[in-house]
């Protein structure tokens, strides 16, 4: 690991590549749901966005075992990391955080869920680092 880098930085920026890929394959369409299945089973909706994807706050903090999402967003993520999207007959307002934004929320988060899906994805950072 680079000096001057932590290993949260490290498992953020790994976050980020492993989500881009589903974007640079073409798994991703307009709107999706991803599911990490035994990486502490985090599912995440969103859209795509100027061809990047865009992840559903809400979503992603319920997995975490967040109750407000607004407040992690705020708490984690810098200004061009969230998007405030306005959508459906009433005008809701929904909030989607982008791929370093979602990858800062876990990697900061103190739950037990956030804590078990960086686990799990550092085990596949190590394994993929030095394969066996």
Known sequence: ????ITVKEEI???????????????????EFSVSTGDAGNIKL???IIDNKPW?????????LGLSNSSQAVKTFCSEDEFTI???????RSTIYVSLNG???????????????????????????????
């Open 55 to 63: 992840f559903h706050s809400t979503s992603l903090t319920k997995s």
């Open 102 to 132: 979602a990858a800062k929320i876990i990697a900061k988060t103190q739950t037990v869920e956030a804590s078990d899906f960086r686990n799990q994805l550092f085990v596949k950072l190590i394994n993929s680092c030095y394969p066996s």
């Open 45 to 47: 909706k969103g859209k």
């Open 1 to 4: 690991m680079p000096a001057g």
């Open 85 to 91: 999207l306005k959508s459906g007959l009433k005008g």
């Open 12 to 30: 953020v920026e790994y976050f980020a590549e492993c989500l881009n890929k589903f974007v640079v394959d073409g798994l991703l369409s307009e």
